[in-house]
């Protein structure tokens, strides 16, 4: 229990204490009540003199009271060696402070009995902490048991997927080693093929000497022979690219009555002038047009009437085009009058190297691939083959395939967003000639600030930059028909196109002479999303220094403007009225200033009339940016004089930099990466 406070002391409890610090808290006057009832003396701290785990609030009560009046400030100084609270004023006094307080009195017995009932909570708090540390223990140990069950599982899991990766990549060498053996084999087998045709015909020929009948006979089976290997060697080929993903696309618009046309008279020669069928083409719609790979639309078609007249003994067959459903679909179909097919085999003619077994079957051989061929290339167009067939009666062949080819369509959708430029992404031009490498850009550069402008060759590429400036230039060098080294060398020697950052991207590994054109950075295919994303940003930061001018009394926007844009070589300076923006751009002369349209003050117009009409000023560009929706009179008036008008909302760092060096470009700034600006 603390000793009473002696009688002598009493006097002092009631009065007040002076004492005056210099600056660093240090004592250098004090009254005789200070010195005797805190037991101090000039030199000393007055941190010395607080209570063991006050010091920092009387350092607090020091710093402030240098610089303004303190009222009502509680601090707890040793009295006799006991804490006691103090009510101190402060005020700054000749380069140090002044303070003046009183001791606080306080209730002993009201005191204590706080004292003991807190005491008693304590003590009842760290009852309940003890048994909360048991029941944690208790939960942690189970806790543990279960983490040694789980790493024991995830031990057999990881095992397992370790066996099933090394059984998926051994099944990948298997189709790569098969799709590479069948690739070079079947390219070695057509050199020798190509001979042995060329030698039948010769034979054959009665310009080189006449054979006798047998001799006739027996080379007609040779060239017979030859001729259904080279089917199968081609087949070979064409399913090796499909499996490996090499198969091209090269689509182009055709009318089906012309194509049917052309098919006629390729598979005529199939039917000889005596034979018992009839090859029927039926005139499809007058105005079907389609849009996708021609040549493979008459591969299948080729292959399935080659089919039907095969195993067709008499009667007909029968090749149609028309419309297709809702879906814009072209619906072909080949039907005859042949042996059919029964329906527990309808499943297997697809796949390679399968055939039904029949009398006729037995006397026409075929490959067995024509069929798993055609509905592979059915499927790389967008569509699909199926068969309707009964045993004796024939069989009908669907082959349904999109009338513009998805990817087609695709590419039309993206050239056509790409006509529309959107003031919140920043654009860059892709010039790749591949459309899947194209899709895979966009899909990649929508989930970031960016707007991808694809081009297809070069001539595309010119087009567009004479209708918007990219903040980035993706490129590839070896496109379909030609190259693109002339036009990034014409990029990086015109003045006005130098400074557009180019990434190149293709498959060969020319760095070196990209670099010597011009080019920014060179990488090889495929990328990733995300290193592309980096690089994209990091080059459209790139730019010359330049002194930028915010006018915006939201001070939430100028503190999200200076985050977008640290890091760059922009300088800004800010305004929060529009008086104030004047005076700064008139003192200042920025290179571009970002204007609000609404301040508390003055409009925009205000602003923009009062820096068109000082010279010092009116030939700044403006970005004008707000969260308002402008009707369209604003709007008109507004950009004849500023850049470009933002939202807001749509505001990003890729926008920023994109939209700053658009306006600096366009008033003959930034185009040389080592100017520091009109200005200076």
Not at 530 to 547: D, F, N, T, Y
């Amino acid at each position: 229990m603390t000793a009473p406070v002696p009688a002598s002391l009493w006097h002092f409890l009631s009065r007040e204490v002076a004492l005056v610090c210099d600056a660093s808290g240090t004592l250098t006057w004090m009254d005789d009540r200070a010195a005797r009832l805190l037991e101090a003396s000039p030199g000393q701290t007055l941190r010395s003199l607080a209570a063991q785990g006050t010091e920092d609030k009387v350092d607090r009560l020091v710093t402030l009271s240098r610089d303004e009046r303190v009222e009502r400030w509680e601090v707890i100084l040793c009295v006799a060696g006991q804490p006691r609270t103090f009510a101190i004023r402060g005020a700054p006094h000749e380069g140090g402070v002044a303070l003046v307080g009183s001791l606080v009195t306080e209730d002993y017995a009201a005191a204590i009995s706080q004292v003991t009932e807190t005491m008693s909570e304590l003590s009842a708090l760290h009852r309940e902490t003890e048994r909360q540390q048991r029941e944690l223990k208790r939960r942690a140990d189970e806790l543990a048991r279960i983490n040694r069950e789980l790493e024991e599982s995830n031990r057999g899991v990881r095992t397992l997927h370790a066996e099933l990766d090394e059984k998926t990549e051994s099944l990948v060498r298997a189709a790569e080693i098969k799709s590479r053996v069948v690739a070079n084999v079947s390219h070695e087998f057509r050199t020798p093929l190509h001979s042995i045709l060329g030698l039948a015909r010769l034979l054959l020929n009665p310009a080189n000497g006449s054979l006798t009948p047998e001799q006739q006979k027996q080379v007609q089976f040779i060239r017979s022979s030859g001729e259904a290997l080279f089917e199968l060697v081609n087949d070979l080929l064409d399913l090796s690219k499909m499996e490996s993903g090499k198969a091209t696309l090269r689509p182009v618009k055709f009318g089906a009555g012309d194509f049917l046309g052309a098919l006629r008279g390729m598979m005529r020669p199939l039917v000889p002038g005596d034979s018992s069928v009839e090859l029927r083409f039926e005139e499809p719609p007058a105005d079907l047009e389609l849009e996708t790979d021609e040549a493979k639309v008459s591969q299948v078609l080729r292959n399935l009437v080659s089919n039907a007249l095969k195993f067709t003994e008499k009667g007909h067959v029968t090749v149609s085009a028309s419309r297709h459903g809702p879906e814009d679909m072209v619906c072909f179909q080949v039907s005859d009058t042949g042996i059919g097919i029964a329906p527990e085999h309808h499943a297997h003619i697809f796949e390679e190297f399968t055939q039904v077994d029949s009398p006729l079957q037995k006397q026409v051989k075929g490959t067995g691939l024509g069929l798993a061929l055609s509905r592979r290339l059915a499927e790389f167009l967008g569509g699909g083959l199926t068969v309707r067939s009964t045993p004796g009666r024939g069989s009908t062949f669907t082959f349904i395939v999109p009338r513009v080819h998805p990817e087609v369509k695709e590419m039309v959708g993206m050239t056509e967003r790409s006509q529309q430029l959107d003031p919140g992404r920043a654009p860059v031009m892709v010039l790749e000639d591949d459309r899947q490498t194209l899709f895979l850009y966009e899909k990649y550069l929508s989930r970031s600030g960016f707007q991808v402008l694809p081009v297809r060759t070069v001539e595309d590429a010119r087009r567009t930059l004479q209708r918007v400036r990219p903040a980035a230039m993706v490129m590839d060098v070896m496109l379909e028909g030609e190259t693109s080294w002339s036009f990034l060398s014409e990029l990086k020697s015109n003045e006005a196109t130098r400074d557009i950052p180019v990434l190149v991207v293709t498959l060969m590994d020319r760095e070196q002479k990209a670099r010597a054109l011009g080019a920014d950075e060179f990488w090889l295919k495929p990328v990733g999303e995300e290193q592309l994303l980096r690089k994209l940003a990091e080059m459209a930061r790139s730019g010359p220094v330049q002194k930028l001018l915010i006018i915006d009394d939201d001070e939430v926007h100028r503190y999200l403007l200076r985050q977008l844009l640290r890091d760059t070589p922009y300088i800004l300076e800010e305004a929060g009225t529009g008086p104030e923006g004047l005076r700064l751009a008139r003192e200042k002369t920025p290179d571009l200033i970002f204007l609000d349209f609404v301040l508390p003050d003055m409009t925009a117009f205000d602003v923009l009339d009062e820096l068109k009409a000082d010279p010092r000023t009116r030939d700044i560009p403006v970005i004008l940016h707000t969260s308002r929706q402008l009707q369209e009179e604003e709007r008109r008036r507004l950009e004849k004089g500023t850049s470009t008008i933002l939202a807001k909302h749509k505001l990003s760092r890729e926008v920023a930099i994109t939209r700053i060096r658009d306006a600096l470009h366009k008033t003959g700034l930034g185009t040389d990466r080592g100017e520091g600006g009109r200005r200076g």
